[in-house]
């Protein structure tokens, strides 16, 4: 299947400072990405759907200008979380669709564990 | 999006067939059924999904009742590779339409 990679897959930053996390789908181009939060021992939690050369939707309750998404490429989407805080720790993953493809299921990357100390 | 209702969690011996079940009972005739699966620490993976008819791939068979109101996932024989959290998802099949996320089911492979 298609291949969708994440990076950095782990890292720790102090609270106040902001943090970018890159999303690249490496073999289809990708007009659609979608970016999740996954805290410990529960479900994986959809924060925004980003499009390609347009603003991002945010889902019901998650801060936009807190987690600004930017979908520059068909290949490449970014995740900036601004002022992070403790509580923003989680594992955040993204994945996308290949729109050249038949069937319709989401490539998943292998996630970015934030810490914020 | 449907609901859907997965058992909190599974056991199965290495070797055996394992079955997780699924129900949907207010599944849309225009929805499909996907299953993903998340190994500890990782991103989901697909693994099949289906509208009415049986499916079958290289991972696993995924078997649809006749009302479509419930659905169950086989591995048809289990390794301890797969001990994941098992994801059962209902959703259209168009454009780029999200994926809500339940709980799951967390499948234990036993040695």
């Known amino acids: 299947g298609a291949v969708v990679s994440q990076h950095p897959s782990r890292v720790i930053c102090k609270s106040g400072t902001s943090v970018k996390i890159e999303c690249r789908s490496l073999d289809f181009q990708a007009t659609t990405m979608f970016w999740y939060r996954q805290f410990p021992k529960q479900s994986l939690m959809l924060m925004a759907t980003?499009?390609?050369?347009?603003?991002?939707?945010?889902e019901q309750g998650v801060e936009k200008d807190k987690f600004l998404i930017n979908h520059a490429s068909l290949t490449l989407s970014t995740l900036t979380v601004t002022s992070a805080h403790p509580e923003d720790s989680s594992f955040y993953i993204c994945s996308a669709r290949d729109p050249s493809g038949e069937s319709y299921e989401q490539y998943f990357g292998p996630g970015t564990r934030l810490t914020v100390t | 999006d449907a609901k859907t209702t997965q058992p909190t969690s599974m056991d199965c011996a290495e070797g055996r067939a394992a079955n997780l079940p699924c129900n949907h009972s207010?599944?849309?005739?225009?929805?499909?059924v996907y299953w993903y699966r998340q190994i500890h620490s990782q991103g989901p993976q697909y693994i099949i999904h289906g509208l009415k008819n049986n499916e079958t791939n290289e991972m696993a068979s995924l078997i649809i009742t006749e009302d479509r109101k419930s659905s169950t996932l086989i591995l048809p024989h289990a390794t301890l590779r797969d001990t994941a959290v098992y994801y059962c998802i209902v959703r259209v099949n168009f454009g780029n339409e999200k994926l809500t996320f339940g709980t799951g089911t967390r499948l234990t492979i036993i040695p």
């Open positions: 207010t599944i849309s005739g225009n929805e499909y």
């Open positions: 980003s499009n390609e050369g347009s603003k991002a939707t945010y």
